[in-house]
């Protein structure tokens, strides 16, 4: 029998297609009943043992299938093998792995808030449908959509925490999750403002107040002010 060669379709893999190996060889005129069997190997290791078929499928393929290839041919009598020359197999990235972004990038209460899950298609797959989910502190916040936006119409302190995003193919078999950004929001600035001019200005007449549930009715407390400069 000839020398395998190795050999794939298609010839370019993206992750989640099919592919096939096939170990190609003749037995000479004489010993076309011969019978052989086949196996295949990648980066030296077995991914599949002996058979009499000359093919191996691979899947819904992932990056991890990467890797040289070879296959060896062997009589049943184990009198004659022969392995193929290696053949390397890439698997290319169907999407890229998403990152998360947000935006405004100083948030306030009651402020919208925008969070993106950013990826990009294989040129080759641009039709694929893709589907994202975002998390909060481990905790989904929005379960699978064809949308890669997550939007808070007004924030509130609770939406602080650690966000992240998943993207994953309709059919499931190829997801990515994204890096993690924290998102801290931040208190009104106004009611702030509001609450130092109140304090200030009650402090001013040497008196310490609570702060109010509603600013028609004031309850003052005994205590001391902090020391404020004098006028001149």
């Known amino acids: ?3 395998p060669k190795i050999q794939t379709n298609p010839s370019f893999i993206r992750e989640s297609d099919d592919v096939t190996l096939t170990c190609v060889t003749k037995c000479s005129a004489l010993r076309e009943g011969t019978e052989l069997h086949f196996s295949f190997y990648r980066n030296g290791r077995t991914v599949r043992g002996l058979n009499v078929s000359d093919t191996y499928r ?3 393929s992932q ?7 070879t296959c060896e041919v062997r009589t049943v ?3 004659v093998r022969k392995i193929s020359d290696e053949l390397y197999i890439q698997i290319r990235d169907l999407f890229s792995r998403p ?30 449908e893709l589907h ?19 939007r808070v119409r ?17 059919s499931d078999t190829v ?17 702030l403002t509001l609450e130092l001019l109140f304090k200030v200005t009650l402090c001013s007449k040497q008196q310490v107040y609570h702060r109010p549930t509603s600013y028609t009715h004031l309850r003052p407390v005994p205590g001391q002010c902090p020391l404020l400069p004098k006028a001149k």
């Open 58 to 60: 691979v899947r819904s």
């Open 175 to 191: 997801k990515k999750n994204s890096n993690t950004l924290h998102i801290q929001i931040q208190g009104d600035p106004e009611i």
């Open 63 to 69: 990056l991890e299938d990467s890797g040289n290839y």
């Open 99 to 128: 990152k998360i972004q947000t935006g405004p990038y100083s948030i306030h209460e009651g402020d919208a808030m925008i969070v993106t899950c950013h990826t990009r298609l294989n040129p080759l797959r641009a039709g694929t």
């Open 1 to 3: 029998m000839t020398t």
């Open 132 to 150: 994202y989910t975002f998390y909060r502190d481990g905790r989904t916040v929005r379960g699978y959509n064809v949308s890669d936006t997550y």
């Open 77 to 79: 009598s184990d009198t």
């Open 154 to 170: 007004s924030s509130q302190l609770e939406d602080s925490g650690n966000y992240t995003c998943e993207v994953r193919t309709t």
